[in-house]
């Protein structure tokens, strides 16, 4: 039931902080990933890794860009990232050592089941499945699995499914690393056991997103802006407005703003941009200047220490400080609850988005 929540939406996302303690439950050694938790094959699997594939659609998708950005830099594995109704028509080359991961909230999306067979003729070396439910076709079906432990999610918007793949992401590519004999991160484990505590501080923002969220309900377009890692949650916080508010939304990687996008940018613009404090931020925050000449109006969620100060026309929204590996996760909560009040205050259908099905079964 969603007890005392308005909508199965709004209870899934403040679920996250328990979820994704469930996610890690069992799965961390003092400084460590458990490899075992990817069931008794893996260590030989990740051992042979030279490449990982993965494959999904929707939000699944948007977890499996994260992926690379953390499999290319953590665990120095080079990834291609695809949607599953293109790859299932192409002709992969496979390159020799090829992991093939399929992620998958419900694990009995079309698509996705279908590229999971359409892999099993190639050469891949095997397949994990990262999945929330078990029992699932994609679990069934494939050699590894990982659950994302994430509980039933009953809103069509996918939230702490989301949170808990990128979790369960994270475990891949720090026991991939491990196995490979490389870098072990006992900062990022240490930061994975903070992260519930972490992103329950952002939740606590909700009020204040709130009154943000005041900003769109008149709004047909957003644009929605990040670097690096962040373009996939800027992705993310762009279908999840479009899926539950109907406000056209578009994301882009911030670089890309003066190579077209720009065009679009006037007052009546609102663009959204995740604003952590990582290697990319000046270059952001060029960008966002390039935003405010065109009298833009900026909405910035903000690392604490980043010193982006709110002025007449930009709104900063402040979160606390976590690890740079971890911010992409965390910086998806506010996302996930702007398209929320969004969404109420234009009075649609939050959990049951016109159109959509919540497990898509046919191709
Ligand atoms: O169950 P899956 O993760 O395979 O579903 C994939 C997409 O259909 C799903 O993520 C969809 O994009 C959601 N409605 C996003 O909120």
């Known amino acids: 039931s969603k007890g005392e929540y308005r ?14 303690e469930a996610a890690l439950e ?10 075992e938790s990817f069931g008794p094959d893996a260590q030989a699997l990740f051992q042979r890794t030279r490449q ?13 860009l994260v992926a690379r950005y953390w499999l290319e830099r953590y665990a120095g594995v080079p990834v291609q990232v695809e949607v599953a109704s293109e790859y299932r028509y192409r002709h992969p080359v496979v390159p020799e050592g090829t992991l093939f991961v399929s992620l998958s909230q419900s694990g009995e999306t079309a698509d996705t089941l ?27 079906e494939s050699d590894i699995t990982l659950m994302t432990r994430a509980g039933p999610e009953i809103g069509v918007a996918s939230t702490k499914a989301f949170t808990t793949q990128l979790v369960a992401l994270m475990l891949l590519t720090l026991s991939v690393s491990k196995a490979k004999g490389q870098a072990e991160y006992p900062d990022i484990i240490a930061a994975l056991r903070t992260l519930p505590e972490v992103c329950q501080r952002v939740l606590a923002l909700d009020r204040q997103i709130e009154i943000l969220s005041q900003a769109f309900a008149e709004k047909h377009h957003a644009l929605f802006l990040g670097r690096g890692a962040h373009y996939p949650i800027a992705l993310e ?25 720009l065009a679009l940018v006037d007052s009546e613009m609102p663009v959204i941009s995740v604003a952590p404090n990582d290697d990319l931020l000046e270059k952001l925050k060029s960008n966002l200047q390039e935003v405010r000449a065109r009298g833009g109006q900026l909405f910035v969620f ?9 002025q007449e026309d930009i709104r900063v929204l402040t979160l606390p400080h976590v690890h740079e590996a971890l911010a992409p996760l965390l910086y998806t909560l506010p996302l996930q609850l702007l398209s929320y009040h969004v969404a109420v205050l234009k009075g649609t259908d939050v959990d049951q988005p016109r159109n959509l099905a919540k497990s898509v079964t046919v191709e």
Do not use: W
């Open 302 to 310: 903000a690392d604490e220490s980043v010193g982006i100060n709110a």
């Open 7 to 20: 909508h199965y939406m709004l209870k899934e996302i403040f679920e996250q902080p328990k979820v994704i």
């Open 52 to 64: 990982v594939h993965i494959i999904a659609c929707g939000t699944s998708y948007h977890a499996g």
């Open 237 to 261: 916080g762009a279908l999840k407005l479009k899926e539950i508010s109907y406000i056209h939304a578009e994301a882009y990687p911030a670089g890309e703003l003066k190579h077209g996008p």
């Open 114 to 140: 279908a590229a999971l067979r359409f892999a099993k003729t190639l050469d891949y070396i095997g397949s994990l499945a990262i999945c929330n439910v078990p029992g699932s076709s994609l679990v069934r």
């Open 26 to 35: 069992g799965r961390l050694s003092a400084n460590s990933v458990l490899v």
